[in-house]
């Protein structure tokens, strides 16, 4: 596993993270962060508590996203598995990813919020991989640009292992 994010560079970069989206949406309206589980975890434990120190008071909340279809190329078609626990009509809502990668997920994800009555939705990420997109997406707070690389740690998963690494490596096999 090659290093890409340290410890160091992460913890450096929430604060500047937090103050930007703090900056974009002024008042928000009961603020909710929603994460598509599992990925998201420690990204949103630590942007959360990021997001607090700089003022910026919220909820969190969670679903479940899955693609059709078995083997690791995913199919592309994405069904809800498990849904917010709380509803998110006339609320504003981030939501928090670990990877914007396809930009599938986050697009299925931000289209359901919007299904739901959310009254605004925007979207951060730790890791962006632009070049990797299906659709066109744009997320509205990366905390890093990557190149196409499989990356594992700080959340991201490989077959469920490594999510706890406290950075984030380039995985190689
Ligand atoms: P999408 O292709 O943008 O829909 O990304 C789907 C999901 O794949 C993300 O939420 C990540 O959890 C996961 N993912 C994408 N790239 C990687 C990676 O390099 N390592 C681990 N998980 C990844
Ligand atoms: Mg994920």
């Not at 929603?34 to 420690?42: A, Q």
């Not at 990204?43 to 607090?52: E, I, K, P, Q, V």
């Not at 006339?90 to 990668?101: A, E, F, P, S």
Request: with cysteine; proline share 6%; net charge negative.
């Amino acid at each position: 596993m090659t290093p890409l994010l340290t410890e160091q560079q992460i913890a450096d970069r929430l604060p500047p993270l937090a103050a930007e989206i703090a900056a974009a949406w002024p008042r928000p309206e009961r603020l909710v962060l929603v994460g598509p589980l599992k990925g998201c975890v420690i990204f949103m434990a630590d942007l959360s508590r990021a997001l607090w120190r700089v003022g910026v008071s919220h909820d969190m909340d969670f679903v479940r996203v899955a693609s059709y279809g078995a083997g690791t190329e995913s199919s592309g078609v994405l069904r809800l598995e498990s849904d917010l626990y709380h509803p998110v009509e006339g609320r504003d809502v981030l939501l928090v990813d670990d990877i914007c990668d396809s930009g599938r997920t986050m697009d299925f994800v931000s289209r359901h919020l919007a299904c739901k009555g959310a009254r605004a939705v925007r979207t951060a990420v730790l890791m962006d991989k632009p070049s990797r997109r299906a659709l066109p997406f744009a997320v509205d707070h990366v905390a890093f640009t990557i190149p196409n690389a499989f990356v594992v740690g700080y959340g991201c998963d490989l077959a469920e292992g490594y999510r706890g690494v406290p950075y984030v490596g380039i995985y190689e096999g």
